[in-house]
């Protein structure tokens, strides 16, 4: 869709609302292209929610009532390791890992699900006062992103909120935050229903830069059934991010490159 000038102008003014094919000011983030390393089967039935990847394992949470799961992947063939179904009340959403344990998000329950990472058993439950959208952490505090602007930062053994972020861009708030990733200091953010990932600061919540992926999987790669770009891991040993989408056929390993 393609909107008149001045009515692009006055949408852009919005809170929340950004247009990332067109840079609106001079002070606006930059925006990073990428290329991509490598690329391996992911199963098309997984409506990916969270991404993890740590020490040559990949985790991951999917979603929708009655298909939700946690789950141990194995990369370079997306063949599903092991496997914890939710109960079909529960849409599940982000997932990150926190010391020795898996913490999984649900959309709209106001509840997470706590596994010890070697055996996948559940070992707990928390609970938070708005929508679970993504997770992760930076080593001392979890992350949680609810849709909008603001990501809170939660107390990883009571859940209470410490501080919020509100992520902004040039002054104007980034809402539609999704599925998190801490990597070097820095938080990475899916914006729901975009081709970007955003990079944001951690202290001040400005945004440092956009990676535009538009055009990541081919249209040879796929099926008809996709859903949008989702899904954030970082493999420290490489250097390099994974991510896929709701199924997706393909998970890729790639590197932010400049413009």
Not at 39 to 55: E, K, R
Not at 89 to 111: C, I, P
Request: charged share 20%; net charge negative; aromatic share 10%.
């Amino acid at each position: 869709m393609r909107l008149p000038p001045v009515l692009l102008a006055a949408l852009l003014m919005l809170p929340g609302v950004s247009c990332r094919t067109e840079r609106r000011a001079t002070d606006s983030a930059p925006v990073e292209g990428y290329e991509v390393l490598a690329s391996w089967p992911h199963d098309p039935q997984a409506f990916t929610q969270g991404l993890v990847y740590h020490q040559g394992h990949l985790y991951e949470g999917t979603g929708l009532n009655g298909q939700s799961s946690l789950r141990e992947v194995e990369l370079e063939t997306g063949r599903v390791l092991r496997r914890v179904n939710l109960e079909s009340q529960y849409f599940g959403e982000g997932l990150a890992l926190h010391g020795d344990k898996l913490y999984q998000l649900t959309w709209r329950s106001n509840v997470g699900f706590i596994y010890d990472v070697k055996t996948f058993t559940p070992v707990g439950r928390f609970s938070y006062d708005t929508e679970g959208w993504g997770l992760t952490s930076d080593g001392s505090s979890l992350i949680l992103s609810d849709g909008t602007s603001v990501l809170r930062f939660l107390d990883p053994t009571t859940f209470k909120v410490q501080r919020t972020l509100k992520v902004t861009d040039a002054g104007r708030e980034v809402s539609r935050l999704n599925e998190l990733e801490y990597i070097h200091g820095e938080i990475y953010a899916n914006q729901w229903g975009s081709d970007f990932i955003a990079r944001i600061d951690p202290a001040t919540g400005h945004l440092k830069a956009w990676i535009d992926l538009s055009g990541l999987l081919p249209p040879a790669q796929r099926t008809g059934n996709e859903d949008v770009l989702n899904g954030i891991a970082y493999d420290e040993a490489n250097n390099r991010l994974l991510v896929t989408g709701k199924n997706w056929s393909r998970l890729f390993a790639l590197r932010a490159v400049a413009r």
